[in-house]
C-alpha cells in the first residue's frame, strides 16, 4: 500500500514538471512573489487562516488550481505518448508473422533425440562383516 502511494506521489511530481507544449494555459496565472507570501502565511498561522488573511487563502487556492491544471496536462501528454508507443507496437506485431505452435515441433533430429552416453558409476568397496554382526 505503501508503495502504491509512493508511487502516485512521484508520478503526481513528474506529470507536474513536464512541459506543456500545446500553449494551453488555466487561465489562473500566479505570480511567484505571491505564491511564496501565501506559503510564508500558511506557515506561520496554520489554524483558520482563511478567516484571518483572506488573500492568502485565495492567491493559495489559485495555486492549487494551476498545480492541478498542470499536473492534469502533464497526465494527458504521458498518456498520449504511452498510447502512441502501444499503438507502435501492436502495428509491429500485426505486420510480423506469427509462429503456430506446429511449426516450432518436431524440429529435433534423431541425434539429438538418443540419450547421451554416461559411463556406469563404480560401486564403494565391500566392507567385512564384523564379529558379532550379521553378514547382510
Known amino acids: 500500500m505503501f508503495f502504491m502511494l509512493r508511487m502516485a506521489f512521484w508520478l503526481g511530481i513528474v506529470c507536474v514538471l513536464l512541459p506543456v507544449g500545446n500553449g494551453a494555459s488555466s487561465g489562473a496565472q500566479v505570480d511567484p512573489a505571491s505564491a511564496v507570501s501565501a506559503a510564508s502565511a500558511t506557515i506561520s498561522d496554520m489554524s483558520n487562516f482563511c478567516g484571518r488573511q483572506p488573500e492568502a487563502c485565495e492567491v493559495g487556492g489559485k495555486v492549487a488550481v494551476a498545480i492541478g491544471h498542470k499536473a492534469e496536462a502533464g497526465a494527458r501528454t504521458l498518456y498520449d505518448i504511452i498510447s ?17 505452435a506446429a511449426s516450432t515441433q518436431g524440429t529435433l533430429t534423431a541425434t539429438d533425440l ?23
Open 114 to 136: 538418443a540419450a547421451a552416453w554416461q559411463a556406469p558409476v563404480p560401486l564403494p568397496p565391500r566392507r567385512e562383516a564384523k564379529v558379532g554382526r550379521p553378514a547382510a
Open 84 to 100: 502512441a508507443k502501444l499503438n507502435e507496437k501492436g502495428e509491429k506485431q500485426a505486420a510480423e508473422p506469427r509462429k503456430s
